[in-house]
């Protein structure tokens, strides 16, 4: 299995700007989840999913990100419009739910606002 | 919600020395506390975990133990060796959910050959 896999890995735009981050769960698993990662904050939960379906979003911080699973194999976060302070590390995870609660982490996306 | 205390932020260890890294918890109801590893640059990646029916857990050099008690546990790492070098997370679910994880700030732990 290839992992879970994220697109762009780097990100880089102008304030303002719309920016969309791609993520392809393992296949099978049902759980998928958006962190974002900074020095300041350490390593945050945004978002996560069952079975497609949005289950917590607490952690999502404002109404300019947004979050979508259409499908089993397919997840987009989206910022709109992205600032400076959104710059960050955004991990995607998924799980295989069950009695295994081990989160597989992908590689990242790296997103600077300028 | 719940809030994970990590410490230290950074520990530093001679090859073949033991390395031991604390976090507490606030929500009582937490029940499922995994650790994970992220080399520089790289993914976390989950290195054991525990359950709060368990006290302690081993695989080979790394441990872990749980007091629900006092809302706190360690990772142990024996015998360190220099791959070990990284950052370690701590973490705790909460919110009824074993999958809804807050994370500890991380430490970073150096091992020196």
């Known amino acids: 299995d290839a992992g879970v896999i994220q697109s762009p890995r780097h990100e880089v735009t102008e304030m303002g700007q719309e920016v969309t981050l791609r993520c392809k769960p ?22 996560y999913f069952n079975n497609n379906v949005p289950i917590d979003d607490s952690g999502m911080p404002e109404d300019r990100f ?7 194999s397919f997840s987009t976060l989206k ?16 799980s295989f739910g069950g009695y295994s609660d081990t989160q597989y982490f992908g590689p990242g996306t ?3 606002v300028l | 919600g719940e809030n994970v205390e990590q410490h230290p932020s ?8 033991s390395a031991v890294i604390k976090c507490t918890y606030s929500d009582s109801a937490s029940n499922y506390f995994p650790w994970y590893k ?3 640059g790289k993914r976390p990646q989950l290195i054991i975990d525990i359950r709060s029916n368990v006290g302690e857990k081993k695989d080979q050099r790394i441990a872990v133990t749980l007091n629900k ?3 706190h546990f360690s990772l142990h790492i024996t ?5 070990d070098s990284a950052v370690y997370f701590c973490a705790a679910n909460s919110g009824g959910s074993n999958y809804k994880l807050t994370f500890g700030k991380g430490t970073l732990l150096t091992v020196n050959p």
């Open chain 1, 26 to 47: 393992i296949s099978g698993h049902d759980y998928l989840f958006w962190y974002r990662q900074t020095m300041m904050r350490g390593l945050e939960l945004l978002i």
């Open chain 2, 38 to 40: 992220q080399e520089l």
């Open chain 1, 66 to 72: 947004s979050a979508k699973m259409p499908n089993a």
């Open chain 2, 69 to 71: 008690t006092a809302k």
């Open chain 1, 110 to 112: 790296r997103l600077t």
């Open chain 2, 10 to 17: 950074t520990l530093s260890v001679q090859e073949g020395d």
């Open chain 1, 79 to 94: 910022i709109q419009p992205s600032e400076p302070r959104d710059s960050a590390v955004y991990f995607c995870a998924s």
């Open chain 2, 79 to 83: 015998e360190t060796q220099p791959e």
